[in-house]
């Protein structure tokens, strides 16, 4: 038994899904019409087999009543023609039986039915060589059975035709099947075809730019299979967006840590020809070198931060975006004295909490912060503003620096993005990346825009409950 199971499931893996939905299909459709033409046979058999005894029951009535006072009798052999019946009275005694021999056969069964011992019966019978259909029942009032027969070969003849032909009707229900399951298999497959021949295509190019084509227009259906295509489609855009970003990070990281190698490769060499330099030389070098190895190090945590999508969820926990914003404004007018930082928070939002990363928002703020910064005129002030709207909590920062071009606003949190006024000050225009990306894995919204009379404006949308 579990070899019978072993086999066939080794040919269901050997098989592909659409023989096995062919096969499945025409083995439906040809055991409903095999079942459906084998109903038909036994009730046709039935219905001219129940005529025929309807016949013989009339006529056996129709013997009797017509009878005068007849003893017992051996039948004619009319029976021996088509449609003429035949009968004979039977006693119960076979004492009493007539000179003459039964033209039917008389059993034991008969008598009992003669003495009231038995019910009437239906037999078939042979009489001179043709098949024919008997009755047997008793004759009322006396120790006598009437036996009447019809010939039964054209009903015999009428139920082989009719087996005949719905055995050709079977037949062709059968090749019916076949083709429709066929049908059925290559149409509704055809989009699962089209899926496992794009996905083979991807896997052997590596192209993630294929598609499943699907129907279009008003009358595009809107089935299981159709949407498993339309899904695979989406998955493959965002497949290809995944690939092409990645690619443009590893083009832009390795583009701008160039520039920073080279120089530091310049003054490793330099320094190591320290003996031929001045002290003054020698310590530039030195200066030089210890600050391009900060911002080589920078530069590889901040692609190490952008390659995490996500925040690691035993380090979530509730945080209070009042004191986080006092601490990082504190932190952040240290490192810009020249800078005046401002700080609003709203009473309904000073003791609210999100679920976060204390550290990965503290690095958001900071990054904002750092930008604001940057952008604005020295002993210029930079405001922030946290407020409650609608169930969520806004925070702002806003500068008062030359603003976002209209050109650079839809690239401002672009990796590596540099707005023209933007590349001759210190950084490597991954902080707003960073930051968006952050707000991102907190279930925030982080949008810049301008700032109403000059500057740029950040806003921050932290919803209060669980992402």
């Known amino acids: 038994m579990s070899g019978t199971r072993g086999l066939g499931a080794r040919w269901r893996r050997r098989r592909p899904l659409r023989t096995r939905l062919a096969l499945a299909a025409s083995a439906a459709v040809a055991l409903v019409a095999i079942g459906v033409c084998a109903a038909a046979f036994v009730l046709i058999d039935y219905q001219m087999t129940r005529q025929l005894e309807r016949n013989l029951a009339l006529t056996s009535t129709e013997t009797l009543r017509g009878r005068q006072d007849w003893g017992p009798t051996a039948g004619d052999k009319l029976c021996q023609y088509p449609a003429s019946a035949c009968f004979q009275i039977v006693p119960a005694d076979p004492a009493k039986d007539p000179p003459k021999p039964y033209a039917l056969p008389v059993s034991d069964a008969t008598r009992q039915v003669a003495a009231g011992r038995h019910e009437a019966f ?29 010939r039964s070969d054209s009903v015999d003849r009428s139920v082989e035709q009719a087996a005949w032909a719905l055995s050709a009707v079977g037949a062709a229900g059968v090749l019916l099947a076949a083709a429709l399951g066929y049908w059925v298999s290559r149409t509704g497959l055809a989009p699962v075809a089209r899926l496992t021949a794009t996905a083979e295509r991807i896997a052997a190019t590596r192209d993630a730019r294929h598609r499943i084509d699907l129907p279009a227009g008003p009358l595009a259906r809107e089935d299981e299979v159709t949407r498993l295509a339309t899904s695979f489609n989406t998955m493959l855009g965002e497949l290809e967006q995944s690939v092409a970003s990645q690619r443009r990070l590893v083009a832009d990281a390795s583009h701008e840590l160039r520039t920073p190698l080279t120089a530091l490769r310049t003054n490793a060499e330099l320094l190591a020809r320290a003996d031929r330099l001045t002290d003054a030389q020698r310590d530039r070098a030195s200066a030089a070198l ?3 190895l900060r911002e080589v190090t920078t530069l590889v945590n901040d692609l190490i931060e952008l390659a995490r999508d996500e925040e690691p969820q035993p380090l979530v926990e509730q945080v ?31 003791g609210r909490t999100v679920p976060g990363v204390p550290a990965r928002l503290a690095r958001l703020l900071s990054n904002l912060l750092d930008n604001a910064a940057k952008f604005s005129p020295p002993g210029g002030p930079v405001e922030t503003e946290l407020a409650l709207h609608e169930g969520e909590l806004h925070l702002t920062v806003r500068d008062h620096g030359p603003g976002i ?7 401002v949190f672009d990796r590596f993005y540099r707005a023209k006024a933007a590349r001759a000050l210190p950084g490597s225009g991954l902080g707003l990346a960073m930051a968006r990306q ?17 500057g740029a404006l950040f806003r921050l949308r932290m919803p209060l409950a669980v992402p």
């Open 122 to 150: 239906y037999s078939k019978q042979t009489v001179a060589g043709h098949p024919v259909r008997m009755y047997t029942s008793r004759v009322s009032g006396q120790d006598e059975a009437v036996q009447v027969a019809l």
């Open 290 to 292: 210890g600050r391009q």
């Open 320 to 350: 209070r975006p009042a004191a986080l914003l006092e601490h990082m404004v504190a932190t952040a007018g240290e490192h810009w004295p020249e800078i005046t930082f401002t700080t609003g928070i709203a009473p309904a939002a000073a």
């Open 405 to 411: 071009a209209p050109e650079d606003l839809p690239h």
């Open 438 to 454: 952050i707000a991102r894995a907190h279930g925030a919204d982080l949008t810049a825009e301008h700032a109403p009379g000059g």
